[in-house]
């Protein structure tokens, strides 16, 4: 596949995650990271890695006045030290091991999350970001 070929598609894939992300709170990665892996699988982690950085500054610039700074600051309780951990294991395993540490954490996910979870819906409120009511 050409190099332009690869950017279109990947420009597609990205702008739709953006679009599920928007919508839903989640979706960037899980759209875009499989086509960027399948498109050009040198550009991983790296790029996904940038867009999710990038993508919630652009919602916070734009929703800036509506945002709970208090819950955000909790979220980065767990942001800062997990990144530092989550390089360091990085830059210290195998790409094997990585990738049954990635494994095992999504059947870790799968089952822990195996019963129906019901969450508490507030009227008004469109996606899981964190701002506030309007």
């Not at 690869?6 to 919508?23: H, N």
């Not at 006045?65 to 600051?73: E, K, M």
């Not at 942001?79 to 990085?90: D, F, K, S, W, Y």
């Amino acid at each position: 596949m050409s190099t332009w070929a690869v950017f279109a598609v990947l420009a597609v894939a990205v702008t739709m995650g953006g679009l599920v992300q928007g919508a839903v709170g989640l979706g960037l990665g899980l759209v875009a990271a499989p086509v960027a892996t399948l498109g050009h699988p040198a550009l991983m982690p790296g790029v996904m890695l940038w867009l999710a950085a990038a993508y919630p500054l652009l919602t916070l610039s734009r929703e800036g006045r509506s945002t709970d700074w208090r819950g955000l600051q909790w979220a980065f309780v767990g942001r800062l030290p997990g990144t530092v951990i989550g390089v360091a294991v990085v830059s210290a395993v195998s790409a094997r091991l990585l990738s049954l540490l990635a494994g095992l954490t999504v059947l870790v996910a799968v089952l822990l999350t195996w019963q129906v979870v019901s969450l508490p819906m507030r009227r008004g409120e469109t996606s899981g970001s964190a701002v506030g009511d309007r």
